[in-house]
Each structure stands twice: as C-alpha cells, then as structure tokens.
C-alpha cells in the first residue's frame, strides 16, 4: 500500500482546510486508515480514523466536533476536513493505513501508531494566530 498525502499550507486561526491521502497498491476493504499528527519535539498523535469498507469513524478528543474524516471508495482517496483550526493543530499530517485481519471490529487499538502498518509521507499544516 502506498500513500500520498497533500493539502497542507498556511492559514489563520478560524479558517478551514482539506487534505487528501490517495492511496495505492491493494483493495483496502480489510483497512482501516487514519490520520496523525506530530508537531516540533513531540510524538506522533493520533487524529482520526475510518474502517474503509464500513466508514465507522474514530476521533481524538482534541479534534471531534471540528474535523472530519471521509473516504471516496472510488478513487481511493482519504479525506480530513478541518474546520475551526486552532494555533495548536499546526503539525506535520500523515497518512496511514493498517490491515484488520479479522476485519475492522476486531482492531484492538484505533489511535496507536503501532497499529497501523504504511505511512504516507506527511503534509505540514501551519496555523498562525
């Protein structure tokens, strides 16, 4: 599996942005993928995630209610609408996908980066105040 994401840039606190992750390689109906985060000297982040085949959805505290994460079956691509965005979402986003064996309701862990098995190569998101 492979992974692309873009979208990133500058923006002022308040304002919205969309990245994208297309992603290649294999069906992903036994994936779910995920978005994290890391900022300077910290650890990556869990943000959110979404089983592909069932689009059940999964957010960190610190994001629900202002991002959203979708997925276009057809093109193969993930989505992350980011809305309300504050100084402290700025961060480096990556895209991931990690593969359910057993299927998307037996993942032992939706936010741990150690559950997820490809990255994308990042996309930094920078949010002035």
């Known amino acids: 599996v492979q992974l692309q994401a873009s979208g990133g840039g500058l923006v002022q606190a308040g304002e919205s942005l969309r990245l994208s992750c297309a992603i290649s390689?294999?069906?992903?109906?036994?994936?779910?993928l995920g978005w994290f985060r890391q900022a300077p000297g910290k650890d990556r982040e869990f943000v959110a995630a979404v089983a592909w085949s069932a689009g059940y959805r999964y957010y960190s505290d610190s994001v629900q209610g202002r991002f959203t994460i979708s997925r276009d079956n057809a093109e193969n691509t993930l989505y992350l609408q980011m809305n309300s965005l504050k100084p402290e979402d700025t961060a480096v986003y990556f895209c991931?996908?990690?593969?359910?064996?057993?299927?998307?309701?037996?993942?032992?862990?939706?936010?741990?980066?150690?559950?997820?098995?490809?990255w994308g190569q990042g996309t930094q998101v920078t949010v002035s105040s």
């Open positions: 390689g294999r069906s992903l109906n036994k994936y779910t």
């Open positions: 991931a996908a990690g593969y359910d064996i057993l299927g998307w309701s037996f993942r032992a862990s939706w936010d741990d980066v150690g559950g997820y098995d490809y």
